[in-house]
């Protein structure tokens, strides 16, 4: 029987902002004194999160997800008791340990052995427990010798290394973790989610803020999307990750602003300004045929000359799994280096897909970079079936998108 | 203090000190809290977190500071270990710093002006005041910095607030048992035998922890809000040295003054200690001290988990 564990119920933060609370002491009394009423315009005031409800069963891993600003961090501050709710109530059963940020309290001068006694009691572990943890803490982060060095030492994949370390093995019966998984090399962020599947198989819930729609979909069960604050969908993975999709890339006439996007990786600085789908004829669009040639134009602006430069568009379905890859350097010739504010042309021939809404995911890569910028999911455009077949035949999605034309004969035996 | 003590303090000292009471009574608070997972019927035992809007006054969160305990001493332990990284002298700075301004006291105030001295060596005159003194002073300066230093952890983890400022007042206490060996020194020197009302001195200390901690508290949370107290406090220390009686006997102070001057909380403590050591008359000022620091210990924790709500937000 599934029991509730946590349970969110009309969850609301309210923020004044603005001048009133920075407003220095004098300045009132001042204007007190001088008999003045301070005729200040009022701080300006916002709901950071409002109505917010929700239930997680026990052994569940739910997915947080919603554009930047959205109110993902604060909700998951409010239910690990960092900040108290302006409204509403929350319960959980059981044990809560939060990881809002990978490494918090290490300090420098300290080395790895104190970092680790001093990030456990921080994050709640007793010493008895972190005692008996602690040589598998130090195998999960790979640091062996360095043990004894202070952490100022340490390479920042070794110091990301061992501060998850210290996390992952918490054993709290609720988890609330935050886009900690961003940090790493690939290798270290897989383990991690390895790490966080197998909480969740020990009956374990988890609460898992991401931008990383793939963490999301192998992990979570269900998935929250906020916007603005608010709860706009909850409910299985698969369906609310196209609701979201479709709400970060939808424009209406084919012309996508890029500059600040919200899904935009921390690490990442902006060098995609935008992206523009057009037909042939130059003319910009979100509607193809499945026999049409997509052009879509990047502008970009890297921030120093990139000698070998290689662009990437990905073409995913609406649930966000990649269906096909272009890149520049798929082809012979490559593309000449990128140097300043450039306009970066890419035709692709044939779509051949099938109908329905697919999603455009760009890259910008230097050979001796690696990447510069991506953006994964950004762009929405539908294939429309106009008769493709050319026989009257509807397209239906069983025969899955890709399209291909083929030629028929009979053979004699 | 070489490496490896340290480190057995920290892996190893814990099991030692775990006797099987100890143990049992954290396993009993932990039952008692609810912290428990590895129980059978866990899912009974296991406590839930209400999460609402905070309404109304909060006092001492006592029960949360024993589970969180472990973190104070974390805490401290860090502060301890920081400060005499790369130094040549380490922990001898403790002692050095009350010897040498006692010292300069003593030329100052015994050779140039005669000050009275209740009847004790100059030297252990001033260093009975300036034990609980520069705790105090050391108190206030770390506690009253301590909320904005460990910002991050304000705004990325759930612990009560109050272990913070609690743990700079311990490492503040550290320091005194440092400084408390020298005093101790300094009496053996003179050959000053202590009376039996020395056995009070556990109680004074009790009471110079409440008086460091109720303006520690205060001053801690204010400076989330105003970084002012930033500025005041060292000199708000200095002020505050004066108006205690370190470098002279407070019989020096008017008997007019003396009902504002008693006031002042570090004025009983410091009479009590040099009481404690040398007998003598009971000082009145102690009890209108213990008065003000009951009174703003309790203000201040009144006050701290009022303000303590919005310090994740603020800071």
Same mark, same amino acid.
């Given at each position: 029987?599934?029991?509730?564990?946590?349970?969110?119920?009309?969850?609301?933060?309210?923020?004044?902002?603005?001048?009133?609370?920075?407003?220095?002491?004098?300045?009132?009394?001042?204007?007190?004194?001088?008999?003045?009423?301070?005729?200040?315009?009022?701080?300006?005031?916002?709901?950071?999160?409002?109505?917010?409800?929700?239930?997680?069963?026990?052994?569940?891993?739910?997915?947080?997800?919603?554009?930047?600003?959205?109110?993902?961090?604060?909700?998951? =501050?409010?239910?690990?008791?960092?900040?108290?709710?302006?409204?509403?109530?929350?319960?959980?059963?059981?044990?809560?340990?939060?990881?809002?940020?990978?490494?918090?309290?290490?300090?420098?001068?300290?080395?790895?052995?104190?970092?680790?006694?001093?990030?456990?009691?921080?994050?709640?572990?007793?010493?008895?427990?972190?005692?008996? =943890? @602690?040589?598998?803490?130090?195998?999960?982060?790979?640091?062996?010798?360095?043990?004894?060095?202070?952490?100022?030492?340490?390479?920042?994949?070794?110091?990301?290394?061992?501060?998850?370390?210290?996390?992952?093995?918490?054993?709290?019966?609720?988890?609330?973790?935050?886009?900690?998984?961003?940090?790493?090399?690939?290798?270290?962020?897989?383990?991690?989610?390895? =790490?966080?599947?197998?909480?969740?198989?020990?009956?374990?819930?988890?609460?898992?803020?991401?931008?990383?729609?793939?963490?999301?979909?192998?992990?979570?069960?269900?998935?929250? &999307?906020?916007?603005?604050?608010?709860?706009?969908?909850?409910?299985?993975?698969?369906?609310?990750?196209?609701?979201?999709?479709?709400?970060?890339?939808?424009?209406?006439?084919?012309?996508?602003?890029?500059?600040?996007?919200?899904?935009?990786?921390?690490?990442?600085?902006?060098?995609?300004?935008?992206?523009?789908?057009?037909?042939?004829?130059?003319?910009?669009?979100?509607?193809?045929?499945?026999?049409?040639?997509?052009?879509?134009?990047?502008?970009?602006?890297?921030?120093?000359?990139?000698?070998?430069?290689?662009?990437?568009?990905?073409?995913?379905?609406?649930?966000?799994?990649?269906? @096909?890859?272009?890149?520049?350097?798929?082809?012979?010739?490559?593309?000449?280096?990128? =140097?300043?504010?450039?306009?970066?042309?890419?035709?692709?021939?044939?779509?051949?897909?099938?109908?329905?809404?697919? &999603?455009?995911?760009?890259?910008?890569?230097?050979?001796?970079?690696?990447?510069?910028?991506?953006?994964?999911?950004?762009?929405?455009?539908?294939?429309?079936?106009?008769?493709?077949?050319?026989?009257?035949?509807?397209?239906?999605?069983?025969?899955?998108?890709?399209?291909?034309?083929?030629?028929?004969?009979?053979?004699?035996? | 203090?070489?490496?490896?003590?340290?480190?057995?303090?920290?892996?190893?000292?814990?099991?030692?000190?775990?006797?099987?009471?100890?143990?049992?009574?954290?396993?009993?608070?932990?039952?008692?809290?609810? !912290?428990?997972?590895?129980?059978?019927?866990?899912?009974?035992?296991?406590?839930?977190?209400?999460?609402?809007?905070?309404?109304?006054?909060?006092?001492?969160?006592?029960?949360? /500071?024993?589970?969180?305990?472990?973190?104070?001493?974390?805490?401290?332990?860090?502060?301890?270990?920081?400060?005499?990284?790369?130094?040549?002298?380490?922990?001898?700075?403790?002692?050095?710093?009350?010897?040498?301004?006692?010292?300069?006291?003593?030329?100052?105030?015994?050779?140039?002006?005669?000050?009275?001295?209740?009847?004790?060596?100059?030297?252990?005159?001033?260093?009975?005041?300036? /034990?609980?003194?520069?705790?105090?002073?050391?108190?206030?300066?770390?506690?009253? +910095?301590?909320?904005?230093?460990?910002?991050?952890?304000?705004?990325?983890?759930?612990?009560?607030?109050?272990?913070?400022?609690?743990?700079?007042?311990?490492?503040?206490?550290?320091?005194?048992?440092?400084?408390?060996?020298?005093?101790?020194?300094?009496?053996?020197?003179?050959?000053?035998?202590?009376?039996?009302?020395?056995?009070? +001195?556990?109680?004074?200390?009790?009471?110079?922890?409440?008086?460091?901690?109720?303006?520690?508290?205060?001053?801690?949370?204010?400076?989330?809000?105003?970084?002012?107290?930033?500025?005041?406090?060292?000199?708000?220390?200095?002020?505050?040295?004066?108006?205690?009686?370190?470098?002279?006997?407070?019989?020096?102070?008017?008997?007019?003054?003396?009902?504002?001057?008693? +006031?002042?909380?570090?004025?009983?403590?410091?009479?009590?200690?040099?009481?404690?050591?040398?007998?003598?008359?009971?000082?009145?000022?102690?009890?209108?001290?213990?008065?003000?620091?009951?009174? !703003?210990?309790?203000?201040?924790?009144?006050?701290?988990?009022?303000?303590?709500?919005?310090?994740?937000? /603020?800071?």
């Amino acid at each position: 029987m599934a029991t509730t564990v946590v349970s969110a119920s009309g969850l609301g933060k309210h923020y004044q902002l603005g001048e009133r609370r920075h407003r220095p002491l004098t300045k009132r009394s001042v204007a007190r004194v001088l008999g003045r009423s301070s005729h200040e315009p009022p701080g300006s005031s916002f709901w950071a999160l409002r109505d917010v409800s929700f239930e997680v069963q026990e052994g569940e891993v739910v997915g947080i997800i919603g554009r930047n600003g959205a109110g993902k961090s604060t909700l998951l =501050k409010v239910l690990s008791r960092i900040t108290h709710p302006t409204e509403g109530r929350a319960e959980i059963r059981g044990r809560v340990g939060s990881l809002l940020e990978v490494g918090t309290g290490f300090h420098p001068e300290l080395t790895g052995r104190e970092n680790i006694a001093l990030n456990g009691a921080i994050l709640g572990m007793r010493s008895s427990e972190l005692q008996r =943890k @602690f040589d598998e803490i130090v195998e999960f982060a790979e640091i062996g010798p360095f043990i004894d060095t202070p952490v100022k030492r340490y390479s920042s994949g070794m110091y990301v290394r061992l501060a998850f370390a210290v996390a992952a093995h918490l054993e709290p019966e609720v988890l609330l973790v935050d886009e900690v998984l961003s940090v790493g090399d690939i290798a270290f962020q897989r383990k991690c989610l390895g =790490k966080i599947e197998e909480v969740a198989h020990q009956q374990r819930t988890v609460l898992f803020v991401s931008h990383q729609i793939d963490s999301i979909q192998q992990l979570c069960q269900r998935v929250l &999307l906020l916007r603005s604050g608010q709860t706009q969908a909850f409910g299985p993975t698969q369906d609310v990750i196209a609701a979201y999709l479709s709400d970060v890339a939808t424009s209406a006439d084919g012309d996508f602003d890029l500059w600040d996007h919200p899904t935009r990786a921390v690490h990442h600085t902006p060098v995609i300004r935008r992206l523009r789908l057009q037909t042939d004829d130059g003319s910009m669009t979100t509607r193809y045929a499945p026999y049409d040639a997509m052009v879509a134009e990047i502008l970009v602006e890297p921030p120093h000359t990139l000698r070998e430069p290689i662009i990437g568009i990905g073409i995913a379905d609406h649930f966000g799994r990649r269906i @096909f890859t272009v890149a520049s350097f798929f082809e012979p010739e490559g593309l000449e280096p990128i =140097k300043g504010l450039s306009r970066i042309r890419c035709r692709i021939p044939e779509l051949r897909l099938g109908s329905g809404r697919y &999603l455009v995911s760009v890259s910008v890569q230097d050979r001796y970079h690696g990447e510069l910028d991506g953006l994964e999911n950004v762009a929405e455009f539908e294939v429309i079936w106009q008769n493709s077949y050319g026989t009257g035949e509807p397209y239906r999605p069983v025969f899955g998108p890709i399209l291909s034309r083929s030629r028929w004969e009979r053979l004699d035996p | 203090m070489d490496g490896s003590w340290q480190r057995r303090f920290v892996l190893e000292g814990t099991s030692e000190l775990n006797t099987s009471k100890m143990a049992k009574r954290a396993r009993a608070a932990e039952l008692r809290l609810g !912290l428990d997972a590895s129980s059978a019927d866990a899912a009974d035992v296991r406590s839930t977190t209400v999460i609402e809007p905070p309404r109304g006054w909060d006092f001492f969160p006592l029960r949360e /500071v024993w589970a969180y305990r472990e973190l104070m001493y974390f805490l401290a332990w860090r502060d301890v270990k920081l400060r005499y990284k790369q130094t040549a002298l380490g922990v001898v700075w403790v002692a050095l710093q009350p010897i040498a301004l006692a010292a300069m006291f003593t030329i100052v105030f015994s050779r140039f002006l005669s000050a009275p001295s209740a009847g004790l060596p100059y030297p252990a005159f001033v260093l009975a005041g300036l /034990v609980p003194w520069q705790f105090f002073a050391a108190a206030l300066g770390r506690s009253s +910095l301590s909320l904005v230093a460990n910002e991050h952890l304000l705004t990325k983890i759930y612990f009560p607030r109050i272990m913070i400022p609690l743990a700079s007042v311990l490492t503040a206490s550290i320091d005194m048992l440092f400084t408390l060996a020298v005093l101790g020194a300094v009496l053996i020197y003179y050959g000053i035998g202590l009376p039996t009302v020395a056995l009070f +001195l556990p109680l004074l200390v009790a009471l110079l922890l409440g008086a460091a901690m109720g303006i520690g508290l205060l001053l801690s949370a204010l400076n989330v809000r105003y970084r002012d107290i930033q500025a005041i406090v060292p000199f708000l220390t200095q002020i505050w040295l004066f108006a205690t009686p370190i470098a002279y006997a407070a019989t020096l102070v008017p008997a007019d003054w003396r009902w504002l001057y008693d +006031l002042n909380p570090m004025v009983g403590i410091v009479d009590g200690f040099r009481w404690a050591i040398t007998g003598g008359a009971f000082p009145s000022s102690l009890f209108s001290s213990a008065a003000v620091i009951t009174v !703003l210990v309790i203000v201040s924790i009144v006050y701290f988990r009022r303000a303590e709500r919005q310090f994740a937000d /603020v800071v």
